[in-house]
């Protein structure tokens, strides 16, 4: 005697060599005896062989047409033999073949939208609605599947489906993995035996690898867009005294957000009075109000070649902004300064107007404002040079403060690298399409002007950061507890050493226009300002207050994506101007794991035939193939440049913590290696 019975799902067969009420002992054809439960033994018989009957049941199971089994079968719960009886037998006296039995029992067993499992062997037939509605979702789920088999033909010979190419960016690196156009770069990745993105890009889903990148960045960061609702500047109701200063700016012809401007009294009398006026939208725009609603949400100006996103909308920085001729709102301190020791005396923070004489340019001026100048200038006071009396004093008192600094911090700050603009051939204010004529020029760090303004706003920040924390107001500080290697700076509420910079403590706050964090100090400065020891009460922000460490989080992510798009796009750019001005070879300087810096452009890449170089050896690179999707680039080299043993000093400086690479290969979210049954499975699945 052999016996039909399921395990696990499965349907097994074999002899019976022993039954008891409630079980049997059973052995398959393998040989092996298993111990089978009496309520999953489905079917008894003593011929055909258990294999025989399978192989026949299953062939058979796919002639029973489901719609007229489900015609035939009762309203009741039923038995498999019962459906078997009824669809098969002329005589509804005379039971079904065993084959037959086991036809129905497969059969209905694999068609749970027709018939609902009512236990072991029986079953009951789904309602007419809810059957229809399970078929109308199996051939839903195999048109899906058609769409997808389709949609990856079409990625195999080359072409972009356009459902496809709508939702590159987030197919790439956010994507719905359940999504049929999902799938569809991955089973034409799988049957090509390409990579994704370059799938992609030769179906023509990427036209331009600037636009590549850009909308990248906008679907990650902005995936509402760019554009600002409309709201209005609120005036200052501040009845502001007007200061008796003739302060100026200092910026690059490209900046319209100007945050910071600069003042010298009482020059020639012994004491004088420096004037670091800041921007003030806090006097105007009050947290959670519309205008510090979209601050918040965007956190900071973003920057690129060519082109920028403000913090704010145009017309709000315009109403605030220290534009020459006017007079305009800011938060000054005031610094008191024997003029022969540069000895700080006193400072006082004060609410004003600020006459604003003149918005330098420092890249139309640094030719003329050089070392040179200023070292003259010690013996022939400059009076016929425009601010060349008051730049003079604050270059001598910038190199003071700087050299303070460096005793603290325990070593001289080294910046051996330039600076690099980017200049690109598209009108102002016009967004980049990425095939704009570039050009990069190099400015040394530390340039006179640059000092000037880098040391006042230092001593801004750390003044207040002090002041806050005097009068028990939180601000957003940032800190680095020691300059050993990789002790990090940090952000947070607490006015700690920042070992770096070489202060005791640092606050963002003279930047209100371009960040967040800046505006958020400013209210805290302007409460202190107006309550003094009763400051804490009347800030908007508390001590230990949620919101502030909110502010910071977020900060903290957008900062450090605006500023990784930056690098990368500006990576483009200097690909970009490789292949504009056909360079093909590069000088450079070797400096970790077969890595070189270009000694002319910022440029990192790695390179063959660099091992066993000695950091600091200079070398001539032959460039590799670019790619500017990935903005990879690699190189040969093919000459050293110094002598072997030259022990001429590290050229590199201390600044090898920037040793990472701008860009590389960029990480997407597609998945080749997930099962590739899901697919399949799509399209029979209920």
Known sequence: MFVLFEETGKFLAGRILSESDASLQVELDSGKRVKVKGANALLKFEKPSPAELVAAGLKLSEDIELDLAWEFAS??????????????????????????????????????????????????????EILQQALAAIEKKKAVAAQITAWADELGTGQCPTPIR??????????????????????????????????????GAINS???????????????????????QAPAIKDELPLAEVRAFSIDDSATTEIDDALSVTGLGSGTITLGIHIAAPGLAVLPGSPVDQLGRARLSTVYMPGYKLT???????????????????????????????????????????????????????????????????????????????????????????????????????NFNRPDYNFRLDNPAGVEPQGEEKVSISTRQRGAPLDLIVAEAMILANSTWGQWMAEHGVPGIYRSQASLAPGVKVRMGTKAL?????????????????????????????????????????????KP?????????????????????????????????????????????????????????????????????????????????????ITLDVSGSIIERLDAPLDESPDPLGEEDGESEMAAGPISIAVDVNEPAAETAAAASAP
Not at 92 to 99: F, I, N
Not at 172 to 191: Q, T, W
Not at 219 to 231: D, I, L, M, R
Not at 519 to 535: D, E, K, S, Y
């Open 75 to 128: 309203e009741d719960e039923f038995g498999f033999a019962d459906l078997a009886r009824d669809y098969f037998s002329s005589d509804a006296s005379q039971p079904a073949s065993v084959q037959q039995q086991a036809a129905a029992l497969f059969r209905l067993y694999d068609a749970p939208h027709y018939f609902r499992r009512a236990g072991k062997g029986r079953f009951k037939k789904a309602p007419a």
């Open 166 to 203: 709508d939702q590159l960016y987030k197919i790439l690196f956010k994507p719905d993995k359940n999504s049929a156009e999902y799938k569809a770069v991955v089973e034409a990745s799988r049957a090509t035996h390409m990579a994704p993105l370059e799938l992609l890009k030769k179906a």
């Open 209 to 231: 690898p600037y636009q590549f990148h850009w909308k990248r960045f906008l679907f990650e960061n902005f995936p509402k867009g760019t554009a600002f609702p409309a709201v």
């Open 311 to 413: 913090m704010l909308p145009d017309d709000v920085v315009q109403a605030y902004t220290l534009q020459e001729g006017r007079n305009c709102p800011a938060v000054s301190l005031y610094v008191m300064l024997d003029e022969a020791t540069l000895d700080i005396r006193a400072s006082e923070t004060r609410l004003e107007q600020v006459p604003i004489v003149s918005n330098l340019r420092h890249d139309v001026l640094d030719s003329t404002f050089t070392e040179a100048f200023f070292e003259a200038a010690q013996n022939n006071p400059p009076g016929d040079v425009a601010w060349g009396t008051e730049l003079s004093f604050l270059h001598r008192l910038a190199k003071h403060l700087k050299a303070q600094r460096e005793v603290v911090r325990g070593k001289p700050e």
């Open 497 to 541: 050493p920042h070992a770096g910079i070489g202060v005791k403590s640092y606050s963002w706050a003279t930047s209100p226009l371009r960040r967040y964090t800046d505006l958020v100090n400013q209210w805290q400065i302007i409460a202190c300002t107006r309550h003094g020891r009763t400051a804490a009460l009347a800030a908007p922000f």
């Open 544 to 628: 230990k207050d949620a919101e502030l460490f909110s502010i910071i989080s977020g900060f903290d992510a957008a900062y450090s994506a605006y500023n990784g798009f930056q690098a990368g796009i500006e990576r483009y750019w200097t690909l970009k101007y490789l292949t504009q001005n056909s360079i093909s070879e590069i000088t450079a300087t070797a400096f970790k794991d077969n890595l070189v810096r270009a000694d002319d452009l910022p440029l990192v890449l790695p390179v063959m035939g660099g091992q066993g170089l000695p950091r600091g050896a200079r070398v001539r690179v032959k460039l590799g193939a670019i790619d500017e």
